[in-house]
């Protein structure tokens, strides 16, 4: 995960790990969980945690685009 910043100025748009200045005590986290009210499960929610910090409701999601053929 992405060491964490304090907004997007400088932020690399080619999809790449932002590692230039970010601060290594935290990790990025974007979106929410079952915990969460509404607004914070959106994917432009964003929160940090320590690299080795445990939480419920911090993971990651399986996203499958599925063809149908008929």
């Not at 304090?6 to 979106?31: C, F, H, I, T």
């Not at 929160?47 to 499958?64: D, I, L, M, Q, Y």
């Amino acid at each position: 995960a992405d060491p964490w910043h304090n907004n997007y100025q400088g932020a690399p748009s080619d999809s790449n790990v932002w590692e230039k200045d970010g601060n290594y005590n935290y990790r990025m986290l974007r979106g929410g969980g079952y915990l969460n009210y509404s607004k914070g499960c959106r994917s432009a929610n964003r929160n940090w945690k320590t690299p080795r910090s445990k939480c419920k409701s911090v993971g990651f999601r399986v996203a499958v685009s599925h063809i149908f053929s008929i």
